[in-house]
């Protein structure tokens, strides 16, 4: 894989075919999928450029979420699918790398920056929101989405219909996410339960180990879509969540590039496409978010 720094769907995503699967303790990787991509030569790019890197490696690691359905889910033949991942194979192709050329690695709340610093991937697509915390570690191109953090509790819940509500609750989220953090931060009169991944949060709900579960609206909707009317979402989202690709964090050149190209899936509709094939199957359409082209500090 290649930084700067370090030169080193649901429906059509279905015939992808997996070629290799290895996981470890913190995270999961696999290379997936037979479709072309661009046939864009590393000549193309400037000399010593991260695109001109991965173009002539023909190969790039995405790293994505493995258990959010609609945006990153591993289904059962191992491959991931999702908005998400949708957003990285465009990427990908427009470098001219095949989508049997992706890595896919397993990026959980908590270890995207690591990963991005570390060189362990080029790109992180995974529900990663863009703010200035963040943004003193890594770079961010996008927004590709805007979301808003949000509620999820039992079905039969009449007690929690908004943030006000949480006082005296167990609230269950992810370490090292934006949603915790705003709980932490904002409603400290709940208890805040956190694990490594937000599928460790459904069991606990289910049993009334906690009370409510909370991340990104998107992310909840794909959770109540599969509960079997076990879950609900409470009230509306009471913030902004906007999705950004995260990067190394002075990669100025693969950043503004990788914005000329979600710009370009916006104005021809390979995003629309990308967003009707997996979370557009249960999510309504959404405004198309503006890039962000702010200056690094």
């Known amino acids: 894989m290649f930084t700067k720094t370090k030169v080193a769907a649901l429906g059509a995503v279905a015939a992808i075919a997996l070629t290799a699967c290895a996981s470890d303790d ?36 995405i790293g994505t979420k493995f258990d959010q359905p609609l945006f990153g889910l591993v289904g059962p033949d191992g491959v991931p699918v999702g908005f998400d991942v949708e957003i990285g194979k465009m990427i990908a192709a427009e470098l001219g790398i095949d989508e049997g050329n992706i890595t896919w690695t397993e990026t959980v709340s908590a270890n995207r920056e690591p990963y991005i610093e570390g060189g362990q991937v080029d790109i992180v697509v995974a529900t990663y929101t863009i703010n200035d915390e963040r943004k003193e570690i890594v770079s961010f191109a996008g927004p590709y989405y805007n979301a808003g953090q949000a509620l999820m509790v039992l079905s039969d819940n009449e007690d929690i219909a908004g943030p006000d509500d949480l006082a005296g609750k167990v609230v269950c989220s992810v370490e090292g996410s934006t949603p915790a953090a705003n709980i932490a931060e904002n409603y400290p009169d709940a208890e805040l339960k956190l694990f490594g991944a937000y599928t460790d949060c459904l069991e606990p709900l289910r049993n009334g180990q906690v009370d409510v579960v909370t991340t990104d609206n998107v992310i909840l909707a794909g959770y ?5 009317g076990d879950f609900k979402i409470a009230g509306d989202p009471f913030t902004e969540e906007p999705y950004g690709i ?28 990308a967003w009707n094939a997996t979370a557009g199957t249960v999510l309504p359409e959404p405004e198309l978010p503006t890039v962000d082209r702010y200056e690094n500090s």
């Not at 190394?248 to 503004?256: G, I, K, V």
């Open 26 to 61: 913190s995270g999961e990787e696999s290379t997936a999928g037979t479709s072309g991509g661009s046939e864009t030569a590393s000549g193309d790019f400037p000399e010593g450029s991260t695109m001109a890197a991965l173009a002539e490696a023909g190969k790039i690691t």
């Open 224 to 228: 109540v879509d599969e509960s079997d």
């Open 246 to 273: 995260g990067l190394a964090h002075d990669d100025d050149e693969f950043r503004n590039w990788i914005n000329d190209v979600l710009e370009a899936s916006f104005d021809d509709g390979r995003w629309m496409e």
